[in-house]
């Protein structure tokens, strides 16, 4: 069989399992076809009337049934992409979505001092903090604590892979707990919490349900972990500190809500690739003593 036979056999198993588009779905069976192979991109259209080895084609089509039945791509080929760069994904963690990288752009407009120390709430696969570090070479250090110890592992992989492990500590275990305990103070905050409701839970695509549900839904209404960062961050922070969050859909007044008060004052929000409300800041208010 041909490598062009091939994919276009691959592309129709996943458009009549999935319902894609056939040019989205050629595109995620040449996805899979790279990564089985280590072909890249140029070199697989140079080939197409190339012969593809039955052991090949028969792991092609394995991979294209598992994408038909609703396993995301980024759990199948191993990777995903984020603020430009290729990270490392499994499955047991949260995939990487580019409305993230509305954090990075909200941290990168904060005036940030010198040996910046940050903290990162559930860092997943490590992209903030990885990409922070790369971005942003006032953040001397970040602490990045995540429940489960498949995310740290992969923070650390994902760390290492860019040269940024010094910068960042990934540590297993509850964020609350651990920074309570802990005699230092942070110069910044950042979480993608779990935001969606358990009502909209229900409604997911089927293929959002291969990922952790910990990492998707607090089970209750999507503020539960909001509040507890406006309540233990007066604590975390140094005065005058940053509290960096992703938001989701029509969340905005809602966490606002959550931080009116004497401790917090409101920044500003910026809007993700899709023009939606997506990173708030928020800054520690410094109270002047008597």
Same mark, same amino acid.
Request: charged letters at 25%; a positive charge; aromatic letters at 8%.
């Given at each position: 069989?041909? !490598? ?7 592309a129709?198993?996943?458009?009549d @399992?999935?319902?894609?588009d ?12 790279m ?29 294209a049934?598992?994408?038909?039945? @609703? ?7 191993g ?10 994904c499994?499955?047991?963690v ?6 993230t990288?509305a ?7 904060l005036?940030l ?5 940050? #903290?990162?709430? @559930?860092?997943?696969s @490590? ?6 570090c ?23 992989l994902?760390a ?7 910068? !960042?500590?990934?540590k ?17 905050i ?12 229900s409604?997911?695509?089927k ?7 910990? #990492? ?10 909001y509040?507890?960062?406006?309540s #233990? ?5 140094n ?11 029509n ?13 917090w004052t ?21 109270h002047?003593?008597?």
């Amino acid at each position: 069989m041909k !490598i062009y036979e091939a994919l276009n056999k691959a592309a129709d198993y996943i458009s009549d @399992g999935r319902g894609l588009d056939k040019q989205v779905s050629k595109f995620e069976a040449a996805e899979l076809l790279m990564f089985l192979t280590g072909i890249d991109k140029p070199s697989l259209y140079a080939r197409f009337q190339d012969s593809l080895p039955g052991m090949s084609a028969k792991k092609l089509f394995k991979l294209a049934h598992k994408r038909a039945a @609703g396993m995301p791509l980024q759990y199948l080929t191993g990777t995903a992409f984020f603020y430009g760069n290729e990270f490392a994904c499994r499955k047991g963690v949260l995939i990487p979505r580019q409305d993230t990288e509305a954090v990075i752009e909200a941290v990168k407009s904060l005036p940030l001092k010198p040996k910046t120390q940050a #903290a990162e709430l @559930g860092p997943g696969s @490590g992209i903030i903090s990885v990409t922070l570090c790369l971005e942003c070479p006032k953040i001397a250090h970040i602490t990045a604590i995540d429940i489960s110890k498949k995310a740290i592992s992969l923070t650390n992989l994902n760390a290492k892979k860019y040269g940024v492990k010094g910068r !960042i500590t990934a540590k297993s275990g509850n964020f609350f707990t651990l920074t309570r305990k802990s005699p230092l103070k942070f110069d910044i905050i950042i979480s993608n919490p779990p935001y969606i409701t358990k009502t909209a839970m229900s409604k997911l695509q089927k293929e959002v349900l291969h990922e952790p549900a910990a #990492a998707l839904t607090d089970k209750k209404d999507g503020l539960s972990f909001y509040k507890r960062l406006a309540s #233990a961050g007066v604590n975390i922070l140094n005065p005058g500190g940053y509290m960096v969050l992703e938001i989701g859909d029509n969340m905005e007044e809602d966490i606002k809500k959550v931080f009116h008060n004497k401790n917090w004052t409101y920044l500003s929000t910026f809007n993700d690739f899709k023009g939606m409300k997506r990173a708030v800041i928020f800054q520690l208010i410094t109270h002047k003593n008597n």
